[in-house]
Structures are given as C-alpha cells and as structure tokens.
C-alpha cells in the first residue's frame, strides 16, 4: 500500500527553502510555486464564447444559481458568509457583505471575486469567464486566464462549431494540458479529440459525473505535485550537502556554476597519438550531439515569439538531447560518480522545468545543457 504524503509537511519544508542561501533563485522559486499548488485549492475556469453558457454550467456544478448572467469576470472562493470584492472599470476596489449587484456601483465593474459558504468551494475556486465573440477578445480572455487556471472547462452552446475549434486550437498549452469540453450531444471527432475529456450535457446527471471527474483529476494532480515537492527537496538537499562539503574544505565556489555561460577553462590534453581512436571517435560522437542539439535549443529560444508551443518543443528537445546523452555516455567512458550525478540531477530539473512549462522555464533548460556540456567536454579531455 502506498503511503499519502504528508501535505503540510511538504508545503512547509518546500517554503523553507526560500531561507537556504545556498540554493539557486531558480530553484527557490520552483518550490515556492509547488508549494502554492500543494497549499491551495485546484482552480477551474468556464470559458466559451459568449452565450450565457459559463454561468449556466458553473451554477450547475455549484448545485445553486450562486452566479448571477449579468456579473462580469468572477472568481468563487470559499467563504463563511457571502461576500465580495469587486474591481471596478476604473481601477477602483469596493468590497461589502452579501452578493453584489451589479447596478450598484459607481463605476462598471469589470471582475467579481465571491466567497460563498459552499463546500464544493473547500477543494475547488471556479473562475466564470466572460469575453466577447471576437477572436482577439477570446485569445486575450484565454492567456489572461492560463496565468490562474489549473482546469479548463470549454463551454458549447452547441455541438462545437468551426469558429470555436479555431479559437481553442489557439489557446494556451497550459490550458489544453487539463481540459474538458462540455457540450450538449457529441461533438466533430477533431475537436472532442482537442481536450482531455468531453461531458455530454444533455444527460441529466452531467454534473454530478463532471464532479466526480473533476476530484479524481484533482487528487491525481496533488499527488503528482507531492511527488514533484519531493524531487525538489531531494534537489536541493544534495546541492546544499555539497556547497556545505566544499565550505567545511575549504574551498572556493566554482566559477562555472555561477556562470554557466562562460567558456570552458583550457585544460592540458594527451598528445594526439595517445588517444585511443575508437574512444576518440565516440567521444567526437558525443560532442557532437552535445553541440548540434544545443544550438537547435537555442536557435529556437531565438526566434522572437510568446508562444507555448514554442517553449513546450524547447523543453521537448532538451529532454531528447539527455536521454541521448546518458546513453551515449556509456559507450565513449565510465563517468565518475559526480558526473553521474550532475547528469541525474539535470535530467531531474528537466522533469521539473517541462512540468511547469513555459518560456522562462525553457530558457533554463537552456542553462542546464550548458553546464552538463560544459562538465562533459572537461572530463573529456582529461580522460583524453
């Protein structure tokens, strides 16, 4: 039977982190964004294109018409009494007791967040987004709302259409990661094939069967952060045993950890006719991937664009260029055990980095071939 994790501990010993002065920023701030994940509820969005169908959808899973059509953007949180915070169109805050009316405020608002005393509201914040049909007002509603979503729910009026496949088929890959598409009867293959799953809601028992999905994809998502906490703490264990190594021996750090994009220092080589050929030749082999496969990286990381799909075929790139590697390693020379080591936690970080997803994330994945380049060409040419 495997053991649950015990959460709270995660969370505590993830925010710890932040005070190790020997750690990375990067790697502070990737524990701190667990950490988060692991401390807060799975947030869900409703998104569509305009038709009232958000906020028929989201009152349905509520169990309660809680969302009043003529709100605008809302977040729902849990609360001990109704309450709301509005923010006004322009740049206002009012806040008051109850639900708000809309009709009420001196400025148009242009985002609710709601705390209702709903138990659904404990493990999940829905967010109910409302755009208006044009393509750059749906593109712009979906990558504000792939910054705050962990779920996607996309909401057909109808069996999906053309026009709104479009504007999926655009949307942010942190979105498409987790989705659902809610549709009244099926859907064109192509498009149901464009999310995680498709609920029929047609069928009278829609959103219990949408809960029910949407606990188990939540409880499968924690225990695959737990497990991501874990990989961190290990990370960071290790890279704090060896700076406190090298401090109790007196050593200095080593410039090329903080500066991973310097040039390798020269070392001294064996004369060529010293050198094994066969050995050479695989070696050659393996500077080779090393070189060609970073600089596809880092063509593409050039290219000047915001992309998902970009950052996500980055990250897709150097996770191949490792696994070849580790492999490669093996034929050309028996690694040491640091090289060992640095070759796992790269492929670790990695993990970690391509699970977030980004550009920011991408570029350190960058980062992280230079150095195991930059390691692997030096032990190279001493063993040389």
Known sequence: MTMQPDIPALVAALRALGDERSLPRRKVRRAAQIADRLSRPARVAFLGLPAGQQVARANAVLGEGLVDPAWPTCRLIYGEAPAFTATLSDRRVVAGGGLPVTASFPAPPAFFEIAAPIDLLKELTLLVVRAGASWQEQQAALHWAARQTDIALWCAARPMEAAEFAVWQAAPQALTNHSYLLSPGRCPSEAEGAFGSTVDTGAPDWPDRLRASLATLTREARQEDAALGALVLRDAARVTARTSEARGQGLAPDPQAAAPNRETPAVETKPEADRDPEAWRLASKLLLTLRRGAAEVLDLLNQDTSDDALAAEVLDRAEQLLSALKGLLA??????????????????????????????????????????????????????
Request: overall charge negative; proline content about 6%; charged content about 25%.
């Open 331 to 384: 034929d050309v020379l028996q690694p040491p055990p640091d090289l060992t080591d640095m070759m796992a936690e790269a492929e670790e970080t990695l993990i970690l980095l391509k699970y977030e997803g980004g550009l920011d994330q991408a570029g350190a994945a960058a980062s992280v071939l230079v150095q195991v380049r930059q390691a692997i060409e030096t032990h190279l040419e001493k063993a040389a």
